[in-house]
């Protein structure tokens, strides 16, 4: 079982960026971006079901759109009207189990003001 986060990167405020995650290993299941902050907990950003339900933090709503290609096993993260308080790193995880059994490794988003 892997997964493997992308599009990450530098960016000002008001851009917007891509993050992708390529799962492998397991079946099609809940998924879930969650970033972490420094000095702040992990938490989740969105999440979408296996049929395409979605949920999004109140602090990403409006902004993020997460989304799922299950042919592919790619779950992505578009991020729009970027702020830097967006600023973190940025996992993907499997919703399966509570907590999720599996990690991405992460990919950084810092956006500057």
């Known amino acids: 079982v892997q997964l493997v986060e992308s599009g990450g990167g530098w960016v000002q405020a008001g851009d917007s960026l891509r993050l992708s995650c390529a799962a492998s290993g397991f079946s099609i299941v809940p998924m879930g971006w969650y970033r972490q902050a420094p000095g702040k907990e992990r938490a989740l950003v969105a999440a979408i079901s296996s049929g395409g339900n979605t949920y999004y933090a109140d602090s990403v709503k409006g902004r993020f759109t997460i989304s799922r290609d299950n042919a592919k096993h790619t779950v992505y993260l578009q991020m729009s009207s970027l702020k830097p308080e967006d600023t973190a790193m940025y996992y993907c995880?499997?919703?399966?189990?509570?907590?999720?059994?599996?990690w991405g490794q992460g990919t950084q988003v810092t956006v500057s003001s």
């Open positions: 995880a499997d919703l399966a189990t509570n907590p999720p059994t599996y």
